[in-house]
C-alpha cells in the first residue's frame, strides 16, 4: 500500500456530525445516513471553497477503543466564512499539519483496511508516528458514493516524525 507524506493548510469545514462506534458504522451504517443528509443539503453552505471536494472526518477519543467506545463522524465541505452557518450543521477547525496520505478503491468499507495497514505495519516502519487523533478521508470526483467499487477515496492521518 502507497503512503505518500503530504503538507495540508489548516482548514474549517462545515457540515453534520454525530457520535458513532465503529459497530454503528460497518452494522447499521449510520455514517451513511448521515452523508446522504448532508449531500441533500450540501447547497446551503454559501461559502463553500470547493465544489467537487467533500471531507469525512473521524476524531476518536483519548485512549479509543473500537470495540466499545464512541467517536464522532463528521462529513462537511471547505469553507472561507463562518458567518451563515446552516440549521443542525456544526463547524470542525483542522490544524495545518503532516499527513500520511493512502488512497483507497471501493466501497467505504475498505477504509478499515487502510486503518490495519497503518498500525499494524506503516507506524511500525515508516519512522513517523500519529500526531493527532483524528483522519480526513476526501471525496472528489473519483469517488462515485460510499457503496461503489468504482470508487477512489484519499485518506490522510496526521503525523510527525518520531
Known sequence: MKATIIEKPSMTLIGFAANVTLYDVQQNRTTLNLSANFMERR??????????????????????????????????????????????????????????????????????????????????????????????EIYDERNHGPESAESVTDICFPVRKK
Open 43 to 136: 447547497a446551503e453552505v454559501k461559502s463553500c471553497i470547493n465544489e467537487r471536494e467533500v471531507f469525512g472526518l473521524s476524531t476518536d477519543p483519548e485512549d479509543y477503543n473500537p470495540e466499545t467506545d464512541l467517536f464522532e463522524f463528521f462529513i462537511g465541505v471547505e469553507v472561507s466564512s463562518t458567518e451563515d452557518i446552516p440549521d443542525e450543521m456544526v463547524v470542525r477547525e483542522i490544524p495545518a499539519n503532516t499527513y500520511v496520505l493512502f488512497t483507497f478503491n471501493g466501497p467505504f468499507e475498505n477504509a478499515g483496511a487502510v486503518h490495519a495497514y497503518l498500525y499494524s505495519t506503516w507506524l511500525k516502519e515508516s519512522g513517523y508516528e500519529l500526531a493527532g487523533l483524528y483522519n480526513i
